[in-house]
């Protein structure tokens, strides 16, 4: 995710974090052992680190101090739900565009641990009115951005639980300061859910550690695009609406989700090996954004020879009315801002942007962080895939980039940062330089490789920068405890880049 400052400074910034001590696991994947195969060249059926045990989530994360709610991250500690790990959305929405009043029904296939008589999901100004679990109506209450629910019965260890609510969907400043939810443009909408934002339209397990499947059904009014995730499996005139129907069978966190609508144009074309790519932009736009389109895949290759094959199964841009600056790494069709492409060529900033959240498709959307504490493994290595682009172009070396970086870097962990910090400098750039630094320290080949295994291994999960740093000495053969300790979570790390390997 990068946002051009002033507006939003703590998006655009491009650092590195990582969570905790090497000791704090914290939240962990929920299904580790159930990664989605890899169809375009990720090993099937592989599974991560030893660290992370498959289908337990802790209660708490240590320091988080948290409640009950939640699922113990310790930056939030009220999202997600303890014992909660939802399989896949059936999300049906109808939006009306004059009124701006969202009408909701989802159905969440969720496996429960445990002997849970009440449960909760995340929903945050939602009016509720009905709530079901296996078919039979359940009791339910929300208090503050939580539905609780409690089934008619003792529910098994897979339910199916749907919720029928409505809202007039609108943006709030996060934790982080930064605004998120449904956002209302002049000619339709868009979603930007990180880090909290899905709440405010749909009941969820709104936190990374839970991925999962969808599908959207989105009704829309007659003439108007609605654009989601994944592929789309059917469009439809009923009763004056177009009803529109997209899939996504790549597990997913919530704050990933895309939604779109409005006066779109659905391109489509063909990427490396075959891969499908699937674009969306504003039908006025079209012709603008042509050139944008067109670069698509030209960056996986050149990204594929160093990050290894694309993780997922397509790929494509969206650029939507929204404000200056937006780019977000919707999963598998990022989410840019028409006010940044208008000129309609490739100059050094549009090159960023592109490179940025194309790069988020291996770290961040195939592999996820467990917690937001591990953002890091999210920015930073968007970061460096855009200082290597840019490098590809012409655009400065990937050495001056982060001698730069290194030199303009702040006080302060890249491995903890608060949650006013979540999205600053040291999450960014000063993140990449603790990747120039590994990399300078271990060599290209074992750099690389590395980068190329966590996305094979981790591939449809959400992992802790403890299972990265596992990793690197695993793939180096070096003890790199010094170097994560000296360059990652030091408040202030050496103010020269090591000697190359």
Same mark, same amino acid.
């Given at each position: 995710m990068r946002h051009r400052p002033p507006l939003l400074l703590p998006l655009f910034v491009a650092a590195a974090l990582v969570a905790g001590c090497a000791a704090d696991t914290g939240v962990q994947s929920k299904r580790a052992d159930t990664a989605a195969p890899a169809t375009n060249g990720s090993a099937p059926g592989t599974t991560g680190p030893a660290s992370t045990v498959p289908g337990s989530v802790p209660a708490t994360e240590p320091g988080s101090g948290s409640t009950g709610d939640g699922v113990g991250d310790s930056l939030f500690p009220a999202l997600g739900n303890p014992g909660v790990d939802v399989q896949h959305y059936d999300v049906h929405v109808t939006y009306d565009a004059v009124t701006d009043q969202l009408q909701g029904d989802v159905t969440l296939s969720v496996? &429960? *641990?445990? @002997?849970? #008589?009440?449960?909760? $999901? @995340?929903? %945050?100004?939602?009016? =509720?009115? %009905?709530?079901? =679990?296996?078919? /039979? #109506?359940? /009791?339910? *209450?929300? @208090?503050? %951005? /939580? +539905?609780?629910?409690?089934?008619a019965s003792a529910p098994g260890s897979s339910v199916e639980v749907e919720v029928v609510y409505h809202v007039k969907p609108t943006t709030a400043p996060s934790a982080v300061g930064i605004p998120d939810g449904w956002f209302n443009t002049p000619g339709g909408s868009y979603v930007l859910d990180e880090p909290d934002g899905a709440r405010s339209w749909l009941p969820c397990n709104d936190h990374p550690s839970d991925k999962a499947t969808y599908t959207f059904t989105i009704t829309v009014g007659s003439g108007v695009t609605a654009v989601a995730n994944g592929v789309q499996r059917d469009h439809r005139t009923e009763n004056g609406h177009e009803v529109w129907v997209w899939q996504e069978d790549r #597990?997913? %966190?919530?704050?990933?989700?895309?939604?779109l609508t409005?006066?779109? @144009?659905?391109?489509?074309?063909?990427? #490396?090996?075959?891969?499908? $790519? =699937?674009?969306a932009v504003l039908t006025a736009d079209h012709a603008t954004m042509q050139p944008f389109i067109d670069v698509t895949g030209e960056q996986i290759a050149f990204f594929e020879k160093y990050f290894g094959t694309f993780p997922l199964d397509r790929y494509g841009i969206a650029i939507t009315d929204s404000f200056s600056g937006l780019a977000m790494e919707t999963q598998e069709r990022s989410l840019f801002s028409r006010d940044d492409f208008s000129g309609g060529r490739l100059d050094p900033s549009t090159q960023l942007f592109l490179s940025h959240e194309l790069t988020h498709q291996w770290f961040g959307d195939a592999v996820t962080p467990a917690r937001w504490r591990d953002i890091w493994l999210n920015e930073s290595f968007a970061t460096y895939g855009q200082w290597m682009w840019g490098e590809h172009v012409g655009n400065g070396s990937v050495a001056d980039s982060a001698a730069a970086a290194l030199a303009s870097r702040p006080p302060g962990s890249s491995a903890d940062p608060t949650v006013d910090q979540l999205f600053s400098y040291n999450s960014y750039d000063g993140g990449a330089v603790v +990747?120039?630094? &590994?990399r300078l320290t271990i060599g290209d080949a074992s750099f690389f490789q590395l980068l190329q295994q966590w996305v094979i291994r981790n591939n449809g999960t959400s992992r802790t920068t403890d299972d990265f740093v596992k990793l690197a000495s695993q793939i180096s053969g070096k003890d790199l405890t010094k170097f994560f300790a000296t360059w990652l979570f030091a408040d202030q790390p050496p103010s020269s880049f090591p000697a190359a390997a």
């Open positions: 496996h &429960l *641990s445990g @002997d849970r #008589p009440t449960f909760s $999901l @995340d929903a %945050a100004g939602l009016t =509720v009115t %009905a709530v079901t =679990v296996d078919g /039979k #109506p359940a /009791k339910f *209450s929300t @208090d503050a %951005a /939580k +539905l609780r629910i409690t089934p #597990p997913m %966190a919530t704050y990933l989700i895309q939604v409005g006066a779109y @144009d659905i391109v489509e074309g063909t990427g #490396p090996h075959g891969l499908p $790519l =699937v674009s +990747l120039q630094a &590994l």
